[in-house]
């Protein structure tokens, strides 16, 4: 069984972002990250500073939280981070399918693994210029292919800007039989502050006037719930 680096495990809760939003799921978060995004609100996940205070855990540790905390209930688990690409989930993935779990992962797609063809939902959330990073396209394309055999791929993009938006349009044709979501970017990621619910909604509204102007009717256009819920709260 896979040695996992966990940043945090929490939940139940419900997903805030993306294809399943709103879907109650436990967060099994990894630590350690090939990018570093200018906005992270998961910094605790990816730097160094933060290391030791991640876990090393036996996928069979992580499996006894999850069931824990879902009451052995089957429900969803979402891997993110960080990036959860860095590490080996065939294990985990392998205990919960035959228990009835669901698994989802979101990852930038800079790292493919074979164990993308065994989830539920592989979230894809390339990152546009705003990030600081720039996107291997190569390397994207080759998560795809390892999640060929997964049972959904999605697309989600992060928007904060007009640059960001030229960007996602030109970025989503490359693959126009994906679904896409799309959501504003919240640029205050302290967990101290107090998130103030108007600005999120006039940033929602800006990205939902943009591509109706533009009659891109392709995306789906979502806020994150959570932040509207929790703030940048951690745990939740
Ligand atoms: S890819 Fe995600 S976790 Fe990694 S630095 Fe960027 S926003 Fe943070």
Redesign the pocket.
Known sequence: MSQLRIAEIFGPTVQGEGALIGEPTVFVRTGG?????S?????H??DSEFRHTWASMTTQDVWAKVQRLSRNTPLTVSL????PAIQDFTDLIALGHASGYRFACE??G?IAKPWFGNLDTLVL?P?PPS?G?TVDWAAFDKCLDAAKDAAQIVIKIVIFDDADYAWARASADRYPHLPLYLQPGNLEVDPEVAVDPQILADKLLWLVDKTMADSWFAPRILPQLHILLWGNKRGV
């Open positions: 990250c090939d990018y570093r995004c906005w992270c609100d998961s910094l996940a990816v993110s981070g960080g990036n990852t930038q800079s959330s990152k990030s990073e």
